[in-house]
C-alpha cells in the first residue's frame, strides 16, 4: 500500500453524545495534532449493515452521482454541503474535500486522507466506530494495528436521553424512537468494550468518561494528550474548554420513562461498575436509588421491553 506511511495514529470511536465534539474541538487546536477538515470520516463502519451514516458505501464515482440507493442519495447531499461550506468559508479545505468525496474508497484511499498531517500526530473521531463488530475491529487492526483508540463513556440512560432530545422535539417522538431495537448498541458499553479490548492490547486504549467534562475537563484534556504523546502543558488547557459544544436543548426527562430506562440498563451500569469503578459505580449508585424510592405509581406506567418493543400498562 503506497499511502501506508500516512495512516492514522489515533482513532477516537466514540461514545455517540459521549464528548466527541469537544474532544475534536480541542484536539484540533493543538499544533501538534491534524484531524481532517471533516469530524466524521465514516470509513469503518460505511456498511449499510450499521445504523450510522453509510454515504461511503459504494467505491465507484459514477453510482455514488447516479444510484438511487438512500446511501447514494446521502453521498450526494452530504458533498454538495460539505463542498458548498468550503467554497463560502474556507477554500483551503477544499482540495481534501474533494478527495474525500470524489476518490475510490478503499485503503489506500483512506490512508491519503491523513497526507496533510504528516509531521504531526494524525488522528480522527467518528463516534460510529465504537458500535463494529468484533470482526470489523480485527478489520480495523489488520490496518492499524498501532493505532492508539479513545473511548468516552456516559451513563447509558443520560446518553440515550441526550441523543434523542437532539434529534426529536416531541415527547412522544423520543418515546417511539426509544423503542427502537437498533439504538440499543450505542448503549452497550459492554459489548463495545469487550469487542476493542479483545483486539487491541489495554495500553493502546484510553478510556475516560463523560461526567469529568464536568468535573474536571482540564485534567480530561491533558490525560488524553499524555496518552497521545504531545505536549500536555498548560499552555494547550484552553481558556473556553468548560463550553458546552454540541449540547442537546435542556429538557427533563419524565419520571415514568427514567424509570423505564433505569430498569432495562441496571444490569449494563452494574456491568460497567464491575469492570470499571469510578463514575460507573455512581451511575449504579443513581440508578438503584431511582429504582428504590419509586413504587412505579405511575397511572400510566410506559416502559420499555427488552425487546425493544414499548407498551403502556394501566396501575390501579
Not at 10 to 38: A, V
Not at 174 to 192: K, T, V, Y
Not at 205 to 213: A, C, H, S, T, V
Amino acid at each position: 500500500m503506497k499511502n501506508q506511511q500516512w495512516l492514522p495514529d489515533f482513532l477516537g470511536i466514540g461514545g455517540t453524545r459521549c464528548g466527541s465534539t469537544w474532544l475534536h474541538y480541542n484536539l484540533r487546536k493543538h499544533p501538534e495534532i491534524w484531524l481532517p477538515p471533516i469530524k466524521e470520516l465514516h470509513y469503518f463502519d460505511r456498511s449499510p449493515h450499521y445504523d450510522s451514516p453509510s454515504h461511503l458505501a459504494t467505491g465507484q464515482l459514477w453510482a455514488r452521482l447516479f444510484g438511487k440507493e438512500s446511501h447514494n442519495r446521502d453521498w450526494r447531499s452530504s458533498a454538495s454541503r460539505s463542498i458548498a461550506r468550503s467554497l463560502v468559508s474556507d477554500i483551503r479545505t477544499l482540495p481534501w474535500k474533494l478527495k474525500y468525496f470524489g476518490g475510490r474508497y478503499d485503503d489506500d484511499w483512506y490512508a491519503s486522507l491523513f497526507k496533510p498531517g504528516r509531521d504531526k500526530t494524525r488522528g480522527e473521531i467518528t463516534p460510529a466506530y465504537s458500535i463494529l463488530s468484533a470482526r470489523d475491529v480485527a478489520a480495523v487492526h489488520s490496518l492499524v494495528p498501532h493505532a492508539k483508540i479513545i473511548l468516552f463513556l456516559r451513563n447509558p440512560i443520560d446518553r440515550i436521553w441526550s441523543a434523542h432530545c437532539k434529534n426529536f422535539v416531541t415527547e412522544s417522538q423520543i418515546r417511539e424512537q426509544l423503542a427502537l431495537p437498533q439504538l440499543d448498541a450505542r448503549s452497550d458499553f459492554l459489548s463495545i468494550l469487550s469487542n476493542w479490548r479483545g483486539i487491541y492490547p489495554k495500553q493502546q486504549l484510553l478510556i475516560e468518561f463523560y461526567d469529568e467534562l464536568k468535573v474536571d475537563p482540564e485534567g480530561l484534556l491533558r490525560r488524553v494528550y499524555q496518552f497521545l504523546g504531545v505536549d500536555s502543558s498548560s499552555r494547550y488547557v484552553w481558556p473556553e474548554l468548560r463550553e458546552r459544544l454540541n449540547a442537546s436543548p435542556p429538557k427533563p426527562m419524565p419520571e415514568d420513562l427514567k424509570v423505564a430506562l433505569t430498569r432495562k440498563y441496571e444490569a449494563q451500569i452494574k456491568g460497567l461498575s464491575d469492570l470499571l469503578g469510578g463514575y460507573a459505580t455512581q451511575w449504579l449508585d443513581d440508578a438503584q436509588a431511582t429504582l428504590g424510592t419509586r413504587a412505579y405509581a405511575t397511572k400510566v406506567a410506559w416502559r420499555v421491553d427488552e425487546s425493544g418493543g414499548d407498551s403502556s400498562t394501566a396501575t390501579r
